[in-house]
């Protein structure tokens, strides 16, 4: 998928292009081979622990927002942003898994403990944005995704 812009596309930048939702050639282009090494892992271990649970929808945000993957079932779970050589995951947190997260306070990485504290919170909670540049990084979204809705028991 070409993005047809006057200017050269900047880390961080949304992938725009209006003429229908990128495929996994158009990902990787975009968000880089490493970004979509993350990409490929989260997909597959929300298709591992919860197996029929979510069906992913590609939601398109405008020129602004371009193109997300959303898994959603009655509430969201996540929301992964291809962004130019950087992918990022946003998780809302309701007042429940806020809780959840204050019990482990002292347990997270100091860095998504800041992202946290950070973050505003809305009506419909607190809206994490976690860019996902390592196993670590990966590992986080992990835990908060498992922590907000742990996996149905395993067959």
Known sequence: ????????????DRMIERSGPPDDAAVH???GPEAFGH?????????EFY???FVPDWLYGGKNRGWSLRYKKTRAFTTLVPEYRLLSALVVMGRAER???EERRYVWRPQLVKLYDEAKTYVDGKWLTLGISSEDDLQDVVELLTMKRPPPPRQ
């Open 1 to 12: 998928m070409i993005q047809h812009t006057a200017k050269l596309p900047q880390k961080g």
């Open 39 to 47: 990409w490929t892992k989260l997909r597959d271990w929300i298709d």
């Open 99 to 101: 809780e959840r997260f």
């Open 51 to 53: 197996p029929g649970v």
């Open 29 to 31: 282009e975009w968000i």
